[in-house]
Structure formats: structure tokens, C-alpha cells
Nanobody, 114 residues
């Protein structure tokens, strides 16, 4: 089993920044992709950003240029730096790890006020 612990959510005004982190622990043999998803009220969970073990990144079009995903393989940690936040970024953000099965964090609330 793999456990994921997220931190860094909160309330911020539009245009502000927040940083999320997610630490993986447990029976980790190899971590492939690490990523962040989000789910707004009444909407489906959607991919925000993903990073492979080799460092290749992919972003949702709605966050590209504003959000940056990174990872520290030695610490089994993935980060999400969110800049120029908009009210439509408000959602619960979930960490996801492929190791090799998919594991999910408990979610952290991000609220952007206008």
C-alpha cells in the first residue's frame, strides 16, 4: 500500500499564488507518474498536471503557463506551484501516484476569491 499526504491548500484572492505538496510513503517500489487532479462542485474530476519519472510534464490547457508541477524523487514528493489563480481554479485538489497502481490522496481544498 501507498499512502499520500497532501498539504498547502487554502484561501487566496484572485491573482494570488498557492503551493501544494504531496508526499508518498509505504510500500513503494517504483513511482512512475505523479500528478494532480481537481474536482469542483458539481463537476467531474479532471487532470491538472502530471510529471513522469523522467521529468516530462503535461498540463491541462486551463492551467498551462500558470501552474508548474515538479517532483523530488529522493523524497517521493510532488509539488504544484499555482500562480495567477482564478476563481474557476476553486476545487478540491487530489494528488495521484502511479506506483504501479493508481493511488489517491485525501484531497486539499483550494478556494480562490474574486
Amino acid at each position: 500500500q501507498v499512502q499520500l499526504v497532501e498539504s498547502g491548500g487554502g484561501l487566496v484572492q484572485a491573482g494570488g499564488s498557492l503551493s501544494l505538496s504531496c508526499v508518498a510513503s509505504g510500500s513503494i517500489f517504483s513511482i512512475n507518474a505523479m500528478g494532480w487532479y481537481r474536482q469542483a462542485p458539481g463537476k467531474q474530476r479532471e487532470l491538472v498536471a502530471v510529471i513522469t519519472s523522467g521529468g516530462t510534464t503535461n498540463y491541462s490547457g486551463s492551467v498551462r503557463g500558470r501552474f508548474t508541477i515538479s517532483r523530488d524523487n529522493a523524497k517521493n514528493t510532488v509539488y504544484l506551484q499555482m500562480n495567477s489563480l482564478k476563481p474557476e481554479d476553486t476545487a478540491v485538489y487530489y494528488c495521484n501516484v502511479l506506483a504501479p497502481s493508481h493511488y489517491w490522496g485525501q484531497g486539499t481544498q483550494v478556494t480562490v476569491s474574486s
